[in-house]
């Protein structure tokens, strides 16, 4: 839109010097321009690098606030309060379940980090602040100055769902993006420091910055392991058992790693990230198809390498993502690729079950260079799994309860890359790269009195067997209550003897177990949940927190419905009310999810 300059004060000559330069500015730099404008007209020049501001003048804060289920978003949030000290710009960190949404008119300065689980679903902590925000109750916030980064994970139909809601929502009630919202995949990191660096430049200049701060009270050490994401440990396998009985028709694995010189910490309901390597067969199946040399010298960070060990070591070729396939359309030409990379659906169900060799047979490019190859795909991320011991107890080593996946599918025998390359490719004595993979949304009562109800099926019991140990090691009074399921009772109870061990000892209060395949009438976790509703009820009544890990598709949707139904009946509530009541349960984080 053309500037009108008809009822201006400016001379001719002035208002021809400003529409030039309006012409060649973006909207992020506009932003920045009416912010200076206005701190100018206040007396309060805008910070720039030729121009520090006067440290006399009150500083404006910055609320950094944080969706996460599993951790990362508080890590890039706690990274954005430690880089604004160190800019002199005064910011405080803020759990999204510990905000009151309606403080939100009182913000000028605002950064949201969130993740997106399951489906597009907002992460357990940020439902009271996405309901307020979406609900007819949010306020206008023309004053508030605002931008969203998003965690996602591209082979996931709703993309970084929860991100650009927040962002589409606080733009349509008035408030203006200091920076464009980036959308990140699981390989997040530069990503998330551009958008850190861009947004605090924005904001020193438009609120302007002083000398740098110490840390925020409250905010918390950002302490940050010599071993990690971007650096992880090379830890040897202690371990490596077959964990499921004769007759199972799972394979699940006890793995047992050595951290010993590493120095890394863990605590139960953390996770161990394992940094996996393609399968060898399948990524010469790929350069063949391609007609690549295993050799052929490409360039990764700066760096040359062979062609096979970016592949085998660096990136996806097991999953095919919608971006992923809508550039391979674009590569290869093909108008009944480029419809089906357009339909969400159609794409959701050609995709299952297939990788990345079935993409580039069915549909080739002509003409690819190897380092094209290497740009398209996307980094191969880190498989996490629920650690399954507590450190007080083992020390220098961690364990995990791994299911080897291999299935049939579209005319081809596949695999798992992390669990198979454990499974099978790995013996004791071999070196594996892992960090541990913090989860603060997942973890035991400080209060060791606490009853806890944990429900687990299948290798959902993993950090179960975690928090035993560790409740055990402390001594901890608080009952403790386990509700396992899997398929039969011979083959596929996992850690069989540790649970009636403990159950014996009276470490383990009760046990309940479900085995689908044992009778006619298949038979889950939440009918031990249904069944016991009453002493479920009576224990909650009685502060007990309840954890949930496993399935995110079907059991923990079908646990929960159980527990509202549940909770509806035995506290004769409505179905809202019982809604509600669930929801202080997760705010004072006793009901906890860890589900994939």
Not at 66 to 78: K, P, R, Y
Not at 195 to 210: N, P
Not at 461 to 470: G, I, L, T, Y
Request: charged share 25%; with cysteine.
């Amino acid at each position: 839109m053309a500037a009108d300059f008809s009822a201006s004060p400016l001379t001719g000559a002035q208002q021809q010097q400003l529409r030039q330069l309006l012409d060649g500015l973006d909207r992020d730099q506009a932003h920045w321009l009416a912010g200076y404008l206005a701190g100018y007209c206040q007396g309060t020049p805008a910070a720039t690098q030729s121009a520090p501001v006067n440290s006399d003048v009150p500083q404006s804060e910055l609320t950094v606030l944080f969706g996460s289920q599993t951790g990362n978003a508080e890590g890039v949030a706690e990274q954005l309060v430690a880089r604004a000290a160190d800019k002199g710009i005064k910011a405080r960190l803020v759990d999204l379940a510990d905000y009151k949404p309606k403080q939100i008119r009182q913000e000028q300065w605002l950064a949201l980090v969130t993740s997106t689980q399951g489906e597009g679903d907002p992460p357990d902590n940020a439902l009271d602040f996405h309901e307020f925000l979406m609900g007819k109750k949010a306020p206008k916030l023309e004053h508030l100055n605002y931008s969203v980064l998003a965690l996602g994970d591209s082979s996931y139909e709703q993309f970084c769902q929860t991100g650009k809601e927040f962002d589409e929502r606080l733009a349509g009630l008035g408030a203006t993006a200091m920076a464009q919202r980036v959308d990140c995949d699981v390989d997040y990191e530069d990503l998330a420091e551009q958008w850190i660096e861009r947004l605090l430049d924005v904001m020193a200049a438009r609120a302007g910055a002083s000398q740098p701060l110490a840390a925020t009270p409250g905010a918390g050490p950002v302490v940050e392991s010599v071993y990690g994401r971007k650096h992880p440990f090379l830890a040897t396998l202690l371990t490596n058992q077959l964990l499921s009985g004769q007759g199972s028709d799972k394979e699940v694995r006890h793995i047992e790693v050595s951290l010993e010189g590493s120095d890394l910490r863990y605590q139960p309901g953390d996770a161990l990230a394992v940094c996996p390597i393609n399968a060898p067969a399948l990524v010469q199946a790929v350069l063949s198809a391609l007609g690549f040399e295993a050799d052929a010298r490409v360039e990764l960070d700066g760096e040359p390498r062979a062609l096979a060990d970016v592949l085998r070591l660096e990136r996806e070729i097991t999953l095919l993502t919608p971006p992923l396939m809508k550039q391979w359309a674009e590569l290869a030409g093909h108008d009944e690729l480029r419809a089906l990379a357009d339909n969400p659906e159609e794409l959701r169900l050609w995709t299952a079950g297939r990788d990345f060799l079935d993409l580039i047979t069915q549909w080739p490019v002509e003409g690819l260079e190897p380092q094209a190859l290497v740009s398209l795909l996307r980094k191969l991320p880190p498989r996490l799994y629920s650690i399954s011991s507590s450190q007080s107890a083992e020390e220098d080593e961690v364990h995990i309860t791994v299911a080897a996946v291999r299935y049939h599918s579209h005319q081809r025998d596949r695999e798992g890359v992390a669990s198979c390359w454990l499974a099978d490719r790995l013996v004791e004595g071999d070196q594996l790269p892992v960090y541990i993979d913090p989860n603060k949304n997942f973890s035991l009562p400080s209060d060791d009195a606490t009853p806890i109800i944990m429900i687990g099926p299948g290798t959902g019991v993993a950090p179960f067997r975690a928090f035993m140990q560790e409740r055990e090691e402390r001594g901890a009074s608080g009952d403790n209550w386990l509700i396992f399921g899997d398929r039969h009772f011979r083959s596929d109870f996992l850690y069989q003897t540790e649970w009636i061990k403990w159950r014996r000892d009276g470490l383990l209060t009760r046990l309940d177990v479900a085995f689908s395949r044992d009778q006619a009438e298949k038979r889950y976790v939440q009918h031990c949940l249904a069944e016991q509703a009453g002493e479920v009820w009576a224990w909650l009544q009685q502060g007990a927190s309840i954890y949930v890990c496993g399935d995110a598709e079907k059991m923990a949707p079908d646990v929960h419905q159980t527990l509202l139904t549940l909770v509806s009946e035995q506290g004769e509530m409505t179905l809202a009310e019982a809604e509600d009541y669930l929801r202080q349960m997760n705010r004072d984080k006793r009901y906890q999810r860890d589900v994939y």
